[in-house]
């Protein structure tokens, strides 16, 4: 369970530094965003399923790392 652990918390740090990679190239002007919601336009293109369930996909990884870590540390 602790390999487990480290890696969604290896996963879920990959993920929000994908997401934040998208918001900062935009921001420093690296990458075209016509539609102006700071995510590269090739980006949304490719993989627009893994933007529009960003809330989604945080909350699924929020409770997977909770479950796991009730797991791990059990409070009672
Ligand atoms: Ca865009």
Redesign the pocket.
């Known amino acids: 369970m602790g390999e487990l652990f480290v890696t969604i918390i290896f996963i879920t740090a990959l993920v929000l530094a994908v997401y934040w990679y998208a918001g900062y190239s ?1 921001r420093e002007g690296r990458a075209i ?9 090739t ?2 293109e490719k993989a627009g399923w893994f933007f529009k369930g960003r809330n989604l996909i945080i909350l699924g990884l929020g409770i997977l790392l909770g479950y796991v870590l009730g797991y791990l540390l059990p409070l009672a």
């Open positions: 935009v965003d016509e539609n102006q919601n700071f995510i590269p336009d980006w949304e």
